[in-house]
T-cell receptor, first 113, second 116 residues
Framework: KQEVTQIPAALSVPEGENLVLNCSFT??????LQWFRQDPGKGLTSLLLIQSSQREQTSGRLNASLDKSSGRSTLYIAASQPGDSATYLC????????????FGSGTRLSIRP | DTGVSQNPRHKITKRGQNVTFRCDPI?????LYWYRQTLGQGPEFLTY????????KSRLLSDRFSAERPKGSFSTLEIQRTEQGDSAMYLC??????????????FGSGTQLSVL
């Protein structure tokens, strides 16, 4: 059974710091991977999608990378701001079932002003 | 593009009652997903549709759960004989899958179910 682990479960840092969130899959045969943001009581917003032929995606202060050999992904947030406070979830699908997308439990991020 | 719409936003019901939720995906999206999320956890996959066909269903989904997507447009998720353990946020998502698969998911705001 494919499982997705996100470390750390929670993180609190002062404003302005750069930070890295981690995600790992028990099965490294990842077809594609997405990072999402979720605010309390709300749905999820897609931040970055790394498709099957890609290894990295960037959007503004966010950069996501995927190491398919190990089944690990990182989300890098540069120059963090209080508005970045949210839960960040990674989700992926496997080559064996490319349409079934499964999620980690998320990292709850708090940026202190 | 009005986004993915879910109704109702909140539903409170008594144990044993049936409930039905509706999801309207982004109009050109051919894939539709249902997920369930409890506090502090990531969304759990329940089922997904490619157009009107239900292609995969999680083993988490008991016989009390049924989902439909008539005509490949909106979808409904019904829970019969609700139990307190069904209390959760039910999330719908849609995506477009073309010749090059692009599974960027767009989520609705969810339906929060409370079973008393």
């Amino acid at each position: 059974k494919q499982e997705v682990t996100q470390i750390p479960a929670a993180l609190s840092v002062p404003e302005g710091e750069n930070l890295v969130l981690n995600c790992s899959f028990t099965d490294s045969a990842i077809y594609n991977l997405q990072w999402f943001r979720q605010d309390p009581g709300k749905g999820l917003t897609s931040l970055l999608l790394i498709q099957s032929s890609q290894r990295e995606q960037t959007s503004g202060r966010l950069n996501a990378s995927l190491d398919k050999s190990s089944g690990r992904s990182t989300l890098y947030i540069a120059a963090s701001q209080p508005g970045d406070s949210a839960t960040y979830l990674c989700a992926g699908s496997l080559y064996s079932s490319a349409s079934k997308i499964i999620f980690g439990s998320g990292t709850r991020l708090s940026i202190r002003p | 593009d009005t986004g993915v719409s879910q109704n109702p936003r909140h539903k409170i019901t008594k144990r044993g009652q049936n409930v039905t939720f509706r999801c309207d995906p982004i109009s050109e999206h051919n894939r539709l997903y249902w997920y369930r999320q409890t506090l502090g956890q990531g969304p759990e996959f329940l089922t997904y549709f490619q157009n009107e066909a239900q292609l995969e269903k999680s083993r988490l989904l008991s016989d009390r759960f049924s989902a439909e997507r008539p005509k490949g447009s909106f979808s409904t998720l019904e829970i019969q004989r609700t139990e307190q353990g069904d209390s959760a946020m039910y999330l719908c998502a849609s995506s477009f899958s073309g010749t090059q698969a692009n599974e960027k998911l767009f989520f609705g705001s969810g339906t929060q179910l409370s079973v008393l």
